[in-house]
Structure formats: C-alpha cells, structure tokens
C-alpha cells in the first residue's frame, strides 16, 4: 500500500514538473515575437540626437516645408500670370508659349519632389538635397519671371501699377538726392534773404541811435 502511494506521488510529481515546463515553454515562445519585433520598428532619427541637435534639426525642417509652400504659391501664381497674358495678347505667343512650357516643366518637379522620412537613415542628407532643388527652382522661376512682356492693361490702372512699382524700385537715398537738388536753390534762397533782413535790422538799429 504504501509503495503505490510512494509512486502515485512521484508521478503527481513528474506530471506538475511536465506541466510547468509546458507553460515556461509557451511564455517564452509568446515573449520571443515581441523581443524580435522590436529591433525591426521603425525609429526616428530625432530619437537618437542630442536636444539642441535636434531641435535644431526640426527647426531646418520646418523652414524646408516652409520654403516649398512659399515657392509653390509664387509657381502657381505666376502661371495665372502667363495664362492672362496668353489670353490678353497675341504678340510674343511664341515667347509665352515657350515659358509656359518651362513653367509646367519645373511645377511639375517641384510636385513630385517627396518629403525626407524622418524614419529613414539619410533623412538629413536628403533634406539638404531637397534644400538646394528648391533653390535651383527658385533660380529658374526668376529667369522664367525676367523673360516674360508685362501684361497691357489700359487705363489708370496700368499707369497706376506703373507708378508704384518705380516708386517702389527707388532707394531711400535716391530720394533724399534728387529732393536735396530739386530744394537746394530755395533753401539758399530763403538762407540769403534771412540773413539781409536780420542786416537790416541790425542797421536800422544802429541808425536809430
């Protein structure tokens, strides 16, 4: 009697030891995806820099998405320029036509320029190649802008808008020259008369006693 006790036991035994390795084994096996997923997420290369570093680098970033909305608005806006034109004009249709072509052209690859992944490994060395292509477009909407006849538009309003922008050409110190030499006559003028009527004065004084 005891000795089946004795092996009853020592099977409850090996059964609870088989069972425990059975749930290690299943805890281990349900941790080891996890362990596994990690090194595979994607990290932000923010994480890894210094504070000032990375501000820093978010601040560049800020100005680049900046920097291409602004110039985005200028393409757009100008190619509402160059289809009024092309409909107000019939004369330079062939100049017209040749920059509109370049306008769609450099539009088109300001559109399909793609923003840096902060996930990916070079996100800084694309972000200054996207720099200097915003640049480079920059530089050929001024070439594009410079070779295109102003629009005709009758009226007070063309001389108006005339008007302002030479007045907005002048420099400050342009101004204060040709006032100095439009005025310079007068101001001598009333220096000279000011300086004979206070001699006046004096002499009269000078009579009467």
Known sequence: MKKEIFVTAGLCRIKDQIAEAARNSAEQSVETPKETAEPGHPVSVFASLPEETRKALQARRQEYEQNRRDLLFRFHEFAAKVSRL????????????????????????????????????????????????LDH????????????????????????????SELDSVSFSQIFRVGTALFMPLIIGIILCTMIIALAIVFTFRIGL
């Open 86 to 133: 092309e409909a107000e004009t019939s004369q330079n249709s062939d100049a017209v036509l040749r920059v509109k072509s370049n306008l769609d052209t450099l539009l088109l690859q300001l559109n399909q320029q793609q923003e840096p992944d902060e996930f990916s490994a070079d996100f800084q060395i694309r972000l200054s190649d996207n720099f200097r292509e």
């Open 137 to 164: 477009l920059r530089l050929e909407l001024i070439q594009l802008q410079s070779g295109i006849p102003e629009p005709n538009i009758p009226g007070p309003r063309s001389q108006e808008g005339n008007l302002f």
